[in-house]
T-cell receptor, first 113, second 106 residues
Framework: NAGVTQTPKFRVLKTGQSMTLLCAQDMNHEYMYWYRQDPGMGLRLIHYSVGEGTTAKGEVPDGYNVSRLKKQNFLLGLESAAPSQTSVYFC????????????FGSGTRLTVV | KNEVEQSPQNLTAQEGEFITINCSYSVGISALHWLQQHPGGGIVSLFMLSSGKKKHGRLIATINIQEKHSSLHITASHPRDSAVYICGVRSGQFYFGTGTSLTVIP
């Protein structure tokens, strides 16, 4: 089925470890986003991309890096995980422009111990 | 963070009731989103609007740009509507509310 696929779905990391979350979409969307969702905080934008080869910071970018080498993939990296990065991470994409809604991935639950 | 405020935080309704969820925002926006998050965690985009009103099935979303307010209405509510409804705005950055948890009782 067409959509946004996130891998992995669950992960437990030790403090200081690194990992990469992968987001893949097959809808030829230009815009892709990484959000984190924490209890009582709502969705917060980490980084986003408006096209292949572009990235930009969102509201909470510290501690994360991203890359968009291919249009269909948007990678979120944690170089040195911290317990404060325990969260549920959602990737989303859309065609961009006004009146266009998002398609969300199913989320990645990350726990940093 | 208070760019987007939703009310109520929690809502319980009987099946068949008309439901309204409110969203107020404090920044100038280019678009407003309504999302639905099911108990399993998946998020679905319901509406994206910048003026007026949109309708999809039993769901209606309205926005008043002058008053910086949007409402999401659900007509003839059903237990399958039980979910968290999230309002978000695009204002340079993207800001989302903390959601309204809706439970519809049979």
């Amino acid at each position: 089925n067409a959509g946004v696929t996130q891998t992995p779905k669950f992960r437990v990391l030790k403090t200081g470890q690194s990992m990469t979350l992968l987001c893949a979409q097959d809808m030829n969307h230009e815009y892709m986003y990484w959000y984190r969702q924490d209890p009582g905080m709502g969705l917060r934008l980490i980084h986003y991309s408006v096209g292949e080869g572009t990235t930009a910071k969102g509201e909470v970018p510290d501690g994360y890096n991203v890359s968009r080498l291919k249009k269909q993939n948007f990678l979120l990296g944690l170089e040195s995980a911290a317990p404060s990065q325990t969260s549920v991470y959602f990737c989303a994409s859309n065609r961009g422009g006004q009146g266009i809604g998002y398609t969300f991935g199913s989320g990645t639950r990350l726990t940093v111990v | 963070k208070n760019e987007v405020e939703q009310s109520p935080q929690n809502l319980t309704a009987q099946e068949g009731e008309f439901i309204t969820i409110n969203c107020s925002y404090s920044v100038g926006i280019s678009a407003l989103h309504w999302l639905q998050q099911h108990p399993g965690g998946g998020i679905v985009s319901l509406f994206m609007l910048s003026s007026g009103k949109k309708k999809h099935g039993r769901l209606i979303a309205t926005i008043n740009i002058q008053e910086k307010h949007s409402s999401l209405h659900i007509t003839a509510s059903h237990p399958r509507d039980s979910a968290v409804y999230i309002c978000g705005v695009r204002s340079g950055q993207f800001y989302f509310g903390t959601g309204t948890s809706l439970t519809v009782i049979p």
